[in-house]
């Protein structure tokens, strides 16, 4: 019996635990707080033990589309009987058993992938829809199964920003306008960068800018993991900017342009002597 044991009830100490009777229910072993804590904590263990051996860690990969990459497993100095590429663990895209050849099922990666002897893999022609989660199952003589995944982000090649200016506050002394900067992708990041030996701006996609007259160039360039891209705008004097071809748009130098064409027109109707 233990001490302060009550009423109808009945216990006593085994190895540990508390074996307890109640007159109206059968007989139980309720454990200390400790014991269950210790039991749990080893079944965790042994858990992540066995996922840990089963399962490798994941990598992330970025492409450019219409480009090529390779997704490499961490393991390829061992030999395995057999392996499969699949792609968010559904889709089966390559495979390979023993010295037999390589199997590309009928799937939207037909005819842009190739499974190298070291079990890369490589994606061409790459698409944005390819971005996804691939695993490797890797698996060895004896049944032995190692996972790896691997994560695909395809990336648009940046193409040359688009430079527009809002003019709002032009004075014979000062120039005050804002610089809008795009190049209609997601993902990407804008920086400004001006000719003079100052410190780039990197706040975003519009820049306020505001000066006395001079000559300068502000730059915007637009980048994303897999390639960058820049255009330039100069300003002059009084408040008018220049850019290059038709990357950058400004109301002020549309204007100038079209007064040049009526100038042009003008020649054109002019009688020669």
Partial sequence: MVAGATGSGWGSLVGGCLVRGISDSPPGVRCGHR???????????????QAGARQGWSSEVVGAVHGVVYLSPSLQNQTYHQ???RRDNVMKIASRDGSAPVQYPNTPYKGRLELFPNNTLKISSLQETDSSTYQVYLEDVEGKEHIENILLTVYDLVPKPTVNVEVIGDEPVLCEAILKCSVGLEGVTYEWERSKKVPPDAGG????????????TYTCKASNPVSSNSTSLTYRHPCSWIGESSSAASCTTTSVLMALGYFVLLLFLLPLD
Avoid: C, D, G, Y
């Fill in 35 to 49: 014991e269950k804590m210790a039991a749990r904590l080893t079944t965790a263990l042994l858990f992540i033990m």
């Fill in 83 to 85: 392996i499969q590429w």
């Fill in 205 to 216: 996609s519009v820049l306020h800018v505001s000066f006395n007259p001079s000559l300068e």
